[in-house]
């Protein structure tokens, strides 16, 4: 992977959402979801208007926000199949500047729907072409833990995808594939599609095997992978059941601190290719 950094402007074309990144692995619980919430709620309180869009049928980001999924009527769902524009749909959250597309009760089902429609992996990115809502600078997307339509939706309608990666012995197992579907899409789907960076979550570095980890991903995707790393961090796991962004429930803990440091290395990422036109 050449592209450590997006190297292009904003296409006109969305200029109203800004830069769109997918948060991506096929691997459940290594923490897509911690830091879809916690870094956009950095960005945040840092003034930047932000959409998070739940595209994970278990709704943990949804909850995570303080959301009741049952109570959702419109959501990713609604969106994807085109019944309700993006602008509708979305949510204001407690969090200032932070807005919410939450995860539909029936989006375990949408896969499914999918598979008989023709374009299936673009109704994301439909969905943006023809948004009209207020101005955001970043959307965050949750994918969902596997590589399916809902992921590579995602993929079709981001600037860029963001790795995490949970720093433990099999981190790196199971990464080729996904670096195969982001190679797959780019070459059908996507050709714009953007390696944005890897972040190494749950890092314990008094354990030496979790060192090894991060010297061997380090070693082999050099600055892919952002500097700043999320240490484990009971308060990172306790803050969800609040229903709020760590940085909320515990701003001095050192996962609040963690999210806030790497939400300004990522800000540095996008802000070297320059800011919305
Ligand atoms: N840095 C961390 N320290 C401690 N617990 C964490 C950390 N990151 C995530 N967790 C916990 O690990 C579990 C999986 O994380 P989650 O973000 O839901 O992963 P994913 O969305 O990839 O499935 C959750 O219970 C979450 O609270
Ligand atoms: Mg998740």
Redesign the pocket.
Known sequence: MKHAVPQRMFHVKHKNTGWITSIA?Q??????????INLAASLAAQGKRILLIDL?PQG?TTTGLGIDKQAVESGTYEVLMGEKSLQNALVETDCEHLFLLSASMDLAGLEIELVEKKDREHCLRQAFLEYDGRFFDHVLI?CP?ALSILTLNALTASDAVMI?LQTEFYAMEGLSQLMDTIRRVRSSLNPDLLMDGILL???DRRNNLAQQVEDEVRGYFGELVYKQV?????R??EA?SYGTPVMYHDARSL?AEAYLQFSKEFLLRYQAQGEVE
Request: glycine share 14%; net charge positive.
């Open positions: 692995n691997k459940g619980g290594v923490g897509k979801t911690t830091s879809c994970d943990n949750d833990p995490p979550t749950m890092v999320i240490p484990r961090n009971v990172l796991s969800p996962g």
